[in-house]
């Protein structure tokens, strides 16, 4: 599956220092998958491409799958971000509209054999 570079928003859930590096923690509202890269921005200011989930449960006490780590590539950047704030992520995104449901062999065998 082919991926393009976009955007998506990301609200602003907490930033973390942790002494060398600044984290933003955010919730995304992309129903696809995607990718950080080298170049991949969030609120215009430089990621390092790497990302984690970090665990976060609801009210409920179930996983949140919507959140997500990041690391400022400065920590100089992290003036830039506040609580409740969205910005845009720019990473690769993985069409929506294909659920990981449909991507598998399974799916994709009976896709074929229609």
Not at 20 to 32: P, Q, S, T
Not at 60 to 74: C, H, M, Q, T
Request: aromatic share 6%; proline share 4%; charged share 25%.
């Amino acid at each position: 599956m082919m991926s393009a570079e976009g955007s998506i928003d990301a609200k602003v859930e907490a930033i973390v220092d942790v002494g060398h590096e600044a984290h933003v923690i955010v919730c995304l509202n992309h129903g696809g998958n995607f990718s950080v890269f080298d170049g991949s921005t969030l609120g215009g200011k430089l990621i390092k491409p790497w990302l984690s989930q970090p665990r976060a449960l609801t009210d409920e006490g179930k996983p949140r799958y919507d959140v997500y780590n990041f690391i400022l590539a400065s920590k100089d950047d992290m003036s830039s971000f506040q609580v409740g704030e969205t910005h845009s992520l720019v990473a690769n995104l993985t069409p929506s509209e294909t659920s990981r449901a449909e991507q598998t062999p399974e799916a994709i065998g009976r896709r074929e054999s229609v």
